[in-house]
């Protein structure tokens, strides 16, 4: 079992910054992957970002590139995204996710390719 919890959701005005970030803890797997998701209200869940356990191998989705930056410290099993430049359009909860191991280099981007998840954190951007 791994139990995952989000912070440094809130609500910022358009152009604004956060950072969140996620702690893993419990029975961490080497070479894990790890990612962030989102849900708006009325939507599915779509993803985010992801990063490999090597924390070099990075995938955004087209929606965030060059606005997010994603990274890890495996030392402390911790996952942070830098949110810059934030849009309305980027309200949402966002959800932690956690890959048990596929090897060092593999990101992911489909929320079936995880096995455990956080509880979400809100992040509001007003217009």
């Known amino acids: 079992q791994v139990w995952l919890v989000e912070s440094g959701g809130g609500l910022v005005q358009a152009g604004g910054s956060l950072e969140l970030s996620c702690a893993a803890s419990?029975?961490?797997?080497?070479?894990?992957?790890m990612a962030w998701f989102r849900q708006a209200p009325g939507k599915e869940r779509e993803f985010v970002a992801a990063?490999?356990?090597?924390?070099?191998?990075?995938r955004y989705a087209a929606s965030v590139e060059g606005r997010f930056t994603l990274s890890r410290d495996n030392a402390k099993d911790t996952l942070h995204l830098q949110m810059n430049n934030l849009l309305p359009e980027d309200t949402a909860v966002y959800y932690c996710?956690?890959?048990?191991?596929?090897?060092?280099?593999?990101?992911?981007?489909?929320?079936?390719?995880?096995?455990?998840w956080g509880q979400g954190t809100q992040v509001t951007v007003s217009s």
């Open positions: 990063i490999a356990y090597n924390a070099i191998n990075t």
């Open positions: 419990g029975r961490i797997f080497h070479n894990n992957g």
């Open positions: 996710a956690y890959n048990v191991g596929h090897g060092s280099s593999w990101v992911g981007s489909s929320a079936s390719e995880y096995d455990f």
